[in-house]
């Protein structure tokens, strides 16, 4: 017991935290050690002397290194960059500042994560995280009241005593991930969390006490905006951030990824060649992703096979990484693009489709066969995606003469689109166009032009609305 008095010593928490923690003290010293009560007591004090209060780090407010920091982790994502740097400025300006609370949404792999630790390092303030993923409960985010066993104080409290810091950043990873169920919905104690106006006084049911969250910059990540609350995503700042292009990932790859996997495998000392045509064929023919974390992976398995030549020879100094080599170490290209320049038979057209993790090229195929005009569709596909098969159809034939079609061919026969890879379901409108060419392909017997793929949602009257994720789909 005086330890933790001696602990408390210049601590410099709020009234009413002092408050408790002299009652509990009191109370420890009327109590016999050896009672379960004692050690729950104990307990809290514990976490009470080991939390942060009103301990913050300096920010730094040197805008210029910030930016270098930022640039030295990551390529590209200038707007998250100025973005972060305009927070700075105002902070320096203002020295205080209710925080935003940051939310970047993008296809896995593109840096979400990794980019909020680098912003920690710009700001010069303490990093925690945890992932939302799979979270149930609001007691998780909240903590239980003392009198469970087992009692626990909640997430956001336990990061926090981790990081011994009132300001870090704070990275809620994977908040599309967030369950739902019987046990109680976690957004809603987000929603606390996250609102600026409320979150000064947040208040952790086993730590019994309000703790202020407003100087905590919190950061969340998610793959896709649409799982999110509503509610919940009416208090983020929601920033974009785009899978990178074929050039981009050659850039990001040369700059970040080689170094950082070279000193993961030990290869420091070594002088690597690997130029940008091996890294091309890298990118396109071994991975096929919006992000960069597969390359990673398979500059990782390229590593280990010239750490263990290095290993074994001690006279190497340097490494010549080739094509052959490449296949020597991953095996034969996984991904080729053969397939879309073969010309294909009448009834199958190539749509685009963009999932959250990025893009795909669907083959929709149709046939007709006699029978008393039904359409099917397979292909394990949503119902989105099967209105606009019917909508396609309604147009075809009510324009059966522009497109010089027999309408008694729609009583004489079934129409079937499928559309191949069964497993993954599928949904979305932009497939419209895709499937009116497909069956208008089918009816009148004419090839669709090869290295044409198309998407977007048609209307009744056949017009083809905008559409969007078109660098994901590229
Ligand atoms: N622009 C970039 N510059 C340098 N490295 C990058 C860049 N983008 C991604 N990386 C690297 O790619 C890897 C994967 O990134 P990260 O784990 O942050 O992805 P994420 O966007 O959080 O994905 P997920 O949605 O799956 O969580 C990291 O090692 C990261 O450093
Ligand atoms: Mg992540």
């Known amino acids: 017991m005086r330890d933790l008095q001696k602990r408390a010593e210049g601590k410099k928490w709020s009234e009413a935290a002092a408050e408790m923690f002299q009652k509990g003290i009191e109370k420890l010293e009327r109590m016999h050690p050896s009672t379960p009560d004692y050690s729950t007591i104990y307990n809290h004090l514990d976490l009470l002397i080991d939390l942060p209060w009103n301990e913050y780090t300096q920010d730094v407010y ?219 064929k890298l990118i396109q023919e071994y991975t096929r992703e919006s992000g960069v974390r597969e390359l990673e992976r398979q500059l990782a398995s390229i590593m280990r096979n010239l750490a263990m030549k290095a290993a074994m020879d001690d006279e190497v100094q340097h490494f010549d990484v080739t094509e052959d080599l490449v296949e020597e170490v991953l095996g034969k290209p996984k991904y080729t693009n053969d397939l879309y320049t073969k010309s294909n038979p009448p009834g199958v057209a190539i749509g685009l489709a963009w999932t959250y993790v990025g893009g795909e090229i669907l083959f929709i195929e149709s046939t007709i066969s006699p029978g008393k005009g039904g359409l099917t569709l397979t292909g394990n596909l949503g119902n989105v995606m099967k209105e606009s098969a019917t909508t396609a159809l309604a147009f075809i034939q009510s324009h059966c003469k522009e497109l010089q079609l027999e309408p008694s061919i729609f009583e004489k026969n079934n129409i079937h689109i499928h559309v191949p890879e069964g497993a993954v379901p599928k949904d979305g409108p932009s497939a419209g166009i895709t499937m009116l060419t497909t069956m208008l392909s089918v009816l009148t017997g004419k090839k669709v032009k090869p290295f044409l793929a198309m998407t977007g949602e048609i209307t009744l009257r056949g017009q083809v609305l905008p559409v969007g994720g078109i660098k994901e789909k590229f």
């Not at 020295?95 to 940051?102: A, N, T």
């Not at 009692?151 to 005593?161: D, H, N, V, Y």
């Not at 202020?212 to 509610?231: G, R, W």
Request: glycine share 8%; with cysteine.
């Open 62 to 280: 040197d805008i210029r290194k910030a930016r270098k920091v930022l640039d030295n982790d990551h390529y590209g994502m200038d707007k998250i960059k100025d973005r972060i740097l305009e927070y700075l400025a105002v902070l320096k300006l203002k020295g205080d500042m209710k925080s935003p609370i940051l939310c970047f949404i993008g296809p896995p792999g593109i840096g979400k994560t990794s980019l909020g630790k680098s912003i920690a390092n710009a700001i010069g303030r303490k990093y925690v995280r945890f992932s939302l993923g799979g979270l149930h409960d609001e007691s998780e985010l909240r903590g239980h009241r003392k009198t469970y066993i087992g009692a626990m104080p909640g997430r956001i409290i336990q990061s926090l005593r981790k990081v011994k810091s009132s300001n870090p950043v704070f990275i809620l990873d994977e908040m599309d991930k967030l369950g739902r169920d019987f046990r109680g919905d976690p957004s809603s104690a987000l929603l606390e969390i996250l609102d600026p106006e409320q979150n000064h006084t947040f208040y952790d049911n086993y730590l019994e006490l309000e703790y202020d969250l407003s100087k905590v910059l919190f950061i969340a990540t998610a793959n896709s905006l649409n799982e999110i609350q509503p509610a919940l995503r009416d208090r983020l700042e929601i920033i974009n951030l785009n899978g990178y292009a074929v050039e981009e990932k050659t850039e990001i790859a040369k700059k970040h990824l080689l170094p950082k996997q070279k000193e993961a495998h030990g290869l420091d000392k070594y002088s690597i060649k690997l130029n940008n045509a091996v890294l091309v």
